[in-house]
């Protein structure tokens, strides 16, 4: 015999099923690997290196200091480029 479901019952599913995605969606920083510049310059040029200079506006602008293949992404766009970045590659985020 079947039980029927009560609406609370299945506002609770709901809202587990949501909390558990969002949950196994984020990376937090400790998950996520360093790398520092002498790491950086040895794999400069490396086709597996994806460099993307995340500073905003005016930081970005103004400073005479770029890294050598660096992609400007807009922090703003996050969610535009992030899906379209490959996902066998080595990303390398930067903002200072």
């Keep these: 015999m079947l039980k029927k479901i009560t609406t609370p019952s299945i506002s609770i599913i709901i809202i587990a099923g949501i909390v558990s995605l969002i949950a196994t969606s984020f990376v937090f920083a400790g998950d996520v690997a360093t790398m520092g510049k002498d790491e950086l310059k040895a794999q400069l040029g490396n086709d597996d290196l994806i460099i993307l200079d995340v500073r905003t506006g005016r930081d970005w602008s ?30 390398v985020l930067y903002c200072a």
Excluded: H, I, M, Y
């Design 62 to 91: 103004s400073s005479e200091f770029k890294v050598q293949g660096a992609q400007r992404a807009s922090t703003s766009d996050f969610n535009n480029w992030s899906a379209s970045l490959p996902k066998d590659k080595t990303l």
